[in-house]
T-cell receptor
């Protein structure tokens, strides 16, 4: 029972490089989310998906892209990395929009852009 | 615009005593509130939630109180244990959108 798996755990990128943060869940959750957490700040929603083939922007989507071709996977793409994207990224999933179940979070990806 | 605020970045409590973590919000349309706990190098884990139509929800040592008129919620941990030392985030939901506070770092002193 893996829950939500994020890879990689750490990554250093140079300005202008691109990369994909992987997120996979094995709980058959419909809803998946990407958040970033900056020092001293709360979690900010980047993108979310309510099901395969459906994605929507969150609070801070600029500089990112997502896709949801399967229920299990929700990768986050950075096309032209910038220092402002240095952050810890968390993927999360939930069974439905029913909020009292809360989210299941992955363990995070720490990204540094230099 | 921070719609969910945790004004205390840190809190220290003696083991066995009560820990009270506070959270304020600005959006009266929020319909659910949740608390998450986060250890270093791990993702947040869900602790407890409360609907906006209730004023209290209890789960073991954890109780969440909601005061809608004051737009304030709090998490009580009784008794506090050293393993409770972590960062606690409150979150509020409207529609499909979650809004998180900035977190309060709780240290329980043995």
């Amino acid at each position: 029972n893996a829950g939500v798996t994020q890879t990689p755990k750490f990554r250093i990128l140079k300005i202008g490089q691109s990369m994909t943060l992987q997120c996979a869940q094995d709980m058959n959750h419909n809803y998946m989310y990407w958040y970033r957490q900056d020092p001293g700040m709360g979690l900010k929603l980047i993108y979310y998906s309510v099901g395969a083939g459906i994605t929507d922007k969150g609070e801070v989507p600029n500089g990112y892209n997502v896709s949801r071709s399967t229920t299990e996977d929700f990768p986050l793409r950075l096309e032209l990395a910038a220092p402002s994207q240095t952050s810890v990224y968390f993927c999360a999933s939930s069974y439905s929009g029913t909020p009292n179940y809360g989210y299941t979070f992955g363990s995070g990806t720490r990204l540094t852009v230099v | 615009d921070q719609q969910v605020k945790q004004n205390s970045p840190s809190l220290s409590v003696q083991e066995g005593r009560i820990s009270i973590l506070n959270c304020d919000y600005t959006n009266s349309m929020f319909d659910y509130f949740l608390w998450y706990k986060k250890y270093p190098a791990e993702g947040p884990t869900f602790l407890i939630s409360i609907s906006s139509i209730k004023d209290k929800n209890e789960d073991g040592r954890f109780t969440v109180f909601l005061n809608k008129s004051a737009k304030h919620l709090s998490l009580h941990i009784v008794p506090s244990q050293p393993g409770d030392s972590a960062v606690y985030f409150c979150a509020a939901i409207v529609g499909n959108q979650f809004y998180f506070g900035t977190g309060t770092s709780l240290t329980v002193i043995p």
